[in-house]
């Protein structure tokens, strides 16, 4: 599950960078970065749960938000934008990797085979 | 209905026309930690770029690092993709580093369409490393020590996954020749796990060695 901790530390850091870029009194990117740090928590975190175990997938969708929100929100894009597109890029790497990735699918390690 | 386990023997199978599984960590560690390096490097050259420190070390072409980051082509690129390229260049190389590092070690079956991502992130990485030097070159004007560092790197990371990435197509080829399956083709390439894979497996790895 070393992709869904990464995705998980990764979120950490989206939720403290308006500290880091000195952006925290501006209100939309103080929550939206919290927010998306949430949702990127809550999709994880059901990745844990067998029944949800795809819900990371769901973050390629917020990764791509993030990506178009840091190129377009405003041009150039401000330091704390350019965070958004490098995460963004990052996110989509990361949560295209399977649960238990070092190890064969579920179907290898069971025998389950369709005729 | 197959309800075989395979064997430990067989996750680590040798792959024709290859006397190595391709997909063995002894292969895919030292991709990933050359690509861990030429991350690195790519950090100190976006921490120029974005001027948080004052200098490149470059102890063979002096200026000419900074001329080549500094450079309009560099800031045009900078103006299409809202980041500098050397932080384009970190995520590409820890894409590599994360795609080599994920699957097991028979993944070139396991997980084809993981194997068919990481060759895509790796194979035009080395492509776009041999464009930059020759912008470097025909454009610039001017050399970049680390940057020729990195491209050398990303040719050598292009070598070293070919093999694993040539595996795994053979393997979805040799689907499609046998089975001419759409659904079949599509079920290996995510895959899926079926008695006909399987099989098709089997002859790739019972093929004679070259």
Not at chain 1, 84 to 103: D, E, R
């Amino acid at each position: 599950m070393w992709g869904r901790v990464v995705e998980i530390m990764t979120a950490v850091w989206l939720a403290v960078s308006p500290f880091v870029f000195g952006v925290q009194d501006n209100g939309t990117l103080l929550w939206a970065d919290i927010g998306i740090a949430s949702l990127i928590w809550l999709f994880s975190g059901l990745s844990y749960w067998r029944p949800t175990r795809h819900a990371h997938l769901l973050i390629l969708l917020v990764s791509a938000g993030l990506v178009l929100w840091g190129r377009f929100a405003e041009i150039p894009p401000t330091p704390a934008h350019q965070n958004h597109i490098v995460v963004g890029l990052f996110l989509m790497m990361i949560a295209v990797i399977p649960n238990q990735a070092s190890l064969p699918p579920q179907a290898w390690r069971h025998g389950e085979s369709q005729a | 209905m197959s309800n075989q386990i395979l064997s430990t023997q067989d996750i680590h199978a040798n792959v024709p026309p290859y006397r190595y599984n391709p997909s063995a960590w002894s292969q895919r560690i030292p991709i990933c930690v050359l690509a861990l390096v030429a991350a690195l490097i790519s950090v100190h050259l976006s921490l120029f770029q974005w001027g948080l420190i004052d200098s490149v070390y470059d102890p063979v072409f002096g200026d000419g690092s900074e001329n080549v980051l500094k450079s309009d082509t560099a800031t045009t690129m900078y103006g299409l993709l809202g980041i500098h390229d050397a932080s384009l260049g970190v995520l590409a190389y820890l894409g590599d580093a994360i795609l080599g590092f994920a699957g097991s070690t028979r993944r070139w079956q396991y997980r084809p369409w993981l194997v068919i991502l990481f060759g895509i992130d790796v194979i035009p990485l080395g492509v776009v490393s041999v464009v930059l030097v020759l912008c470097q070159a025909f454009l610039v004007g001017s050399w970049c020590f680390l940057c020729l560092v990195t491209a050398a790197i990303s040719l050598l990371l292009v070598y070293w996954a070919w093999d694993e990435v040539r595996v795994s197509l053979t393997y979805l080829w040799l689907i499609w020749k046998e089975h001419h399956d759409k659904r079949l083709l599509w079920d290996a390439f995510w895959g899926r796990r079926n008695e006909r894979l399987d099989a098709t497996a089997e002859r790739l790895l019972s093929r004679e060695v070259d």
